[in-house]
């Protein structure tokens, strides 16, 4: 199956510092990646989604300024997150999109390790 | 209601049960169906995909599609402790280019030896 890498798998930081993740598909090319969220035991929580060479689409609710997305090639994808708080401490997942055959009649997503971030 | 619905137990089954788990949903516009399984602190591994209704056998996993009554299942035969995590149904309906997936909450299953 298609592969998702993530760096770095989890990062520590002062709080009002910047961090930033990679999201990058390894043996495919995705025109489109999804940024995802996840607080213990919760469900995923879309952030965005990343399409290639254009601006990304914030979910409703996530503040774009803070959490910076570039997709700035057909496999690399980053997320930043912009003076970051405590309450900012999270598992990060992203995902990239896999359509296959004509008809579309697969379209999936496979999704990276995680990144997990603690905000001292 | 919810779009997708998922107990999310925990299901705790000995070693060898047949496990399943199901996901009910509202939107009949759904076409996609994935069933992800997630270790913990690890990001969900595709399991089974499956386009439309109908069953897919992959070893000991078989999902099943029933969009008339909008339910999805499934199912382990020969569960084995490595398969203890959480289960998280998803699906989609990927008119143009949203590739948005839906989850449920995810079952956390424990499989005892």
């Known amino acids: 199956g298609a592969v998702v890498s993530q760096h770095p798998s989890w990062v520590i930081c002062k709080s009002g510092t910047s961090v930033k993740i990679e999201c990058r598909s390894l043996d495919f090319q995705a025109t489109t990646m999804f940024w995802y969220r996840q607080f213990p035991k919760q469900s995923l929580m879309l952030m965005a989604t990343s399409n290639e060479g254009s601006k990304a689409t914030y979910e409703q609710g996530v503040e774009k300024d803070k959490f910076l997305i570039n997709h700035a090639s057909l496999t690399l994808s980053t997320l930043t997150v912009t003076s970051a708080h405590p309450e900012d401490s999270s598992f990060y997942i992203c995902?990239?999109?896999?359509?296959?055959?004509?008809?579309?009649?697969?379209?999936?997503?496979?999704f990276g390790p995680g990144t997990r971030l603690t905000v001292l | 209601q919810k779009e997708v619905e998922q107990d999310p137990g925990p299901l705790s089954v000995p070693e060898g049960a047949i496990v399943s788990l199901n996901c009910t949903y509202s939107n009949s516009a759904f076409q996609y169906f994935m069933w992800y399984r997630q270790y913990s602190r690890k990001g969900p591994e595709l399991l089974m995909y499956?386009?439309?209704?109908g069953n897919k056998e992959d070893g000991r996993f078989t999902a099943q599609v029933d969009k008339s009554s909008k339910y999805i299942s499934l199912f382990i035969r020969d569960s084995q402790p490595s398969d203890s995590a959480t289960y998280l149904c998803?699906?989609?309906?990927?008119?143009?280019?949203?590739?948005?997936?839906?989850f449920g909450k995810g079952t956390k299953l424990s499989v005892k030896p």
């Open positions: 499956t386009y439309s209704s």
């Open positions: 995902s990239a999109r896999v359509l296959i055959g004509m008809g579309g009649n697969t379209d999936t997503q496979y």
């Open positions: 998803a699906m989609a309906n990927y008119g143009g280019s949203q590739g948005n997936l839906i």
